[in-house]
């Protein structure tokens, strides 16, 4: 029997999950709250909560964050995906890029799944390891180093490439030896020198 159907609800416990989240939580952490579907259909009806997606919620007064649909997308992901590619230069503050929309990488496990991909945002997938990850706020987002060559095996244009390469030995992100992709990628258009 499943107990976290049968517990009651815990407000707080609810409340200390979405905190976490920039307001937000699932179905099945409502459930690990004790909340029954039908009670957050009550909090739905009653405007104490809302719906942002299949699945996903919102408490209705938590204050707004800069990049919570980042989160949403986070939340979409299983808590599996990590922000990649020209969404992780930005959140990096490295180079001019600016992503028409969100890159996550996702499991390797996942490249079989049908997904719903939801409007905007790009997939990939790999297996990213711990130390290739960190975390931007509540959600993960590839290491500098990681998404330095992820871009350039994805074709970024060379002169963003070069800029964020720059950007990030400068502000010791990265050193050189941490970088022979993407060198190896900028060396037959003259490496670094811009």
């Not at 919102?58 to 649909?69: I, N, Q, S």
């Not at 992503?99 to 990213?128: F, N, Q």
């Not at 002169?159 to 400068?170: P, S, V």
């Amino acid at each position: 029997m499943d107990t976290s159907q049968t517990s009651s609800p815990s407000w707080d416990q609810l409340f200390d999950i979405a905190a976490a989240q920039s307001g937000h939580f699932t179905t099945q952490q409502a459930a690990e709250a004790g909340y029954s579907p039908q009670l957050l259909a009550h909090h739905l009806g009653n405007g104490k909560i809302f719906r942002v997606r299949r699945g996903i919620y919102r408490l209705t007064h938590y204050p707004a964050d800069e990049h919570e649909e980042l989160v949403v997308i986070w939340l979409w992901s299983e808590q599996q995906g990590v922000f990649s590619h020209q969404t992780a230069l930005s959140l990096h503050q490295l180079s001019d890029a600016l992503p028409a929309g969100i890159e996550i990488t996702l499991p390797a496990s996942w490249r079989k799944r049908r997904l719903r991909t939801p409007s905007g945002v790009t997939t990939y997938y790999a297996d990213i390891k711990p130390e290739e990850r960190e975390w931007f706020g509540p959600v993960p987002v590839t290491s500098p180093a990681r998404t330095l060559r992820d871009c350039a095996l994805a074709d970024l244009s060379l002169e963003l490439l070069r800029q964020a390469t720059h950007e990030a030995l400068e502000r010791g992100f990265v050193s050189k030896t941490e970088l022979e992709e993407v060198l190896s990628v900028l060396e037959p258009f003259g490496g670094l020198m811009p």
